[in-house]
Every structure is written in structure tokens, then in C-alpha cells.
């Protein structure tokens, strides 16, 4: 089978993550994330009369991680910049001048109205 030259063609480098793979890699981010907020809270309950310092710190990082996550977690599918153009153009042809017709004047050196051959324009 032959390729016709006006095809497009597409490299495989520029392909987006599955929609499957994305989803998966998504919620395994939320799910880490709420598994650091989980151990925080905890621990802002465990060093609250040990050290009040450090449980206000996990307290706070308990009070904020949920938002962070559902961002992280959303923010998927876009572009990314670093991929290369998935569209690669078909390279130029050089185009061939046209040879000149027979019997058509060309100016001489000085443009004095006599053709190459010596006759008269």
C-alpha cells in the first residue's frame, strides 16, 4: 500500500495520559493526601499537652490539607508544555522553475532592445 503525501502524521510522544491511567493517578494523590491529614489531626491530638507548638502546626495542616487535595486531585488533563508539536508537516518539495519559451525576448546586457541572437526587439 502506498502513502499519499497530503496525510498528516502524528507522533506517538505527543499522546495524552489514558483517561483510565489519569483518574487512577488522581485519586491515589487524594488518597495520600487525606491519609496525611488523617495522621496529623491525630497527632495534633496526641502532642496537644506534650508540645502545644508542634500540635497547633499538625492542627493547621489538618484544617488545610482537605482543600489542597481536592485541588490537586481536580487539577488533571491538561497540556503539557514540555511535550513536543504532535503534528509533524510534510518536508516542502522545491518547486522547478519553468523552462522559457521559444522566441521570447530577453533585454541584452545594457537593455538596449536587441536580443541575444542579434536581432532587433
Known sequence: M??????????ITGARQGLADDVRGRQRRYVISMS???VSVVLAAVLWNVERYVAIVALALGVLLPYVAVVIANA?????????????????RPVLDAAPLAGTAEPGPEGDGV?????SV
Open 36 to 38: 496525611v491529614r488523617t
Open 76 to 92: 488533571g488533563r491538561e497540556n503539557t508544555p514540555s511535550l513536543p508539536s504532535t503534528f509533524v508537516p510534510a518536508p516542502m
Open 2 to 11: 502506498r502513502k499519499r503525501s497530503g496525510d498528516e502524521v502524528f507522533r
Open 115 to 119: 536580443r541575444r541572437d542579434g536581432k
